[in-house]
């Protein structure tokens, strides 16, 4: 597809009801980024990507072998 | 060629405009006309060019595309990546 019109949002971007049985992932729109050594470290220039893997903190205690 | 603090430092500052650009890419790929998305590659597109540049100048190639190849084959003048001080 090659729109070149202003950031036109794609239908599917925020689709009211979601239906089952299909993934979604939701339309990413742009943010200020991580200043470059931040990003370095951190993995990604977009805070909203930013997951850090936090293995077993996850799990609450009781449930920990 | 001891690689000395300034090389080592200008080296990561390639790195991370290197990574920056390739995330930047991403992003653009599925948003083709977002101004501050292209705006941010162009910034550091420029930053990234002026510091392989620099690098190149002083310190030799990067990779061996940027040889000068002149009197002698200057690719492998420098240290090897494993060979650091101790």
Same mark, same amino acid.
């Given at each position: 597809m090659n729109n070149t019109n202003a950031l036109r949002m794609p239908e599917s971007a925020m689709p009211d009801k979601l239906s089952l049985a299909m993934a979604y992932v !939701? @339309?990413?729109?742009? /943010?200020? !980024?991580? &200043? /470059?050594?931040? &990003?370095? $470290?951190? %993995?990604?220039? #977009?805070? $909203?990507?930013? #997951? !850090? @893997?936090? %293995? /077993? /903190? &996850?799990? !609450?205690d009781e449930n920990r072998r | 060629m001891k690689t000395d603090a300034k090389q080592e430092c200008l080296l990561k500052t390639i790195m991370m405009y290197s990574f920056v650009i390739d995330e930047i890419a991403l992003y653009l790929d599925t948003h083709k006309t977002c101004a501050e998305g292209l705006a941010y590659f162009r910034k550091y597109r420029d930053l990234y060019n002026e510091a392989v540049k620099k690098y190149v100048e002083e310190y030799g190639p990067l990779n061996y595309r940027q040889s000068k190849a002149e009197k002698s084959w200057d690719w492998t003048d420098g240290k090897w990546p494993w060979e650091k001080e101790d």
């Amino acid at each position: 597809m090659n729109n070149t019109n202003a950031l036109r949002m794609p239908e599917s971007a925020m689709p009211d009801k979601l239906s089952l049985a299909m993934a979604y992932v !939701p @339309f990413q729109y742009w /943010e200020k !980024p991580y &200043a /470059e050594n931040i &990003a370095f $470290s951190r %993995g990604t220039i #977009f805070q $909203s990507l930013d #997951f !850090p @893997f936090i %293995g /077993e /903190e &996850a799990v !609450p205690d009781e449930n920990r072998r | 060629m001891k690689t000395d603090a300034k090389q080592e430092c200008l080296l990561k500052t390639i790195m991370m405009y290197s990574f920056v650009i390739d995330e930047i890419a991403l992003y653009l790929d599925t948003h083709k006309t977002c101004a501050e998305g292209l705006a941010y590659f162009r910034k550091y597109r420029d930053l990234y060019n002026e510091a392989v540049k620099k690098y190149v100048e002083e310190y030799g190639p990067l990779n061996y595309r940027q040889s000068k190849a002149e009197k002698s084959w200057d690719w492998t003048d420098g240290k090897w990546p494993w060979e650091k001080e101790d």
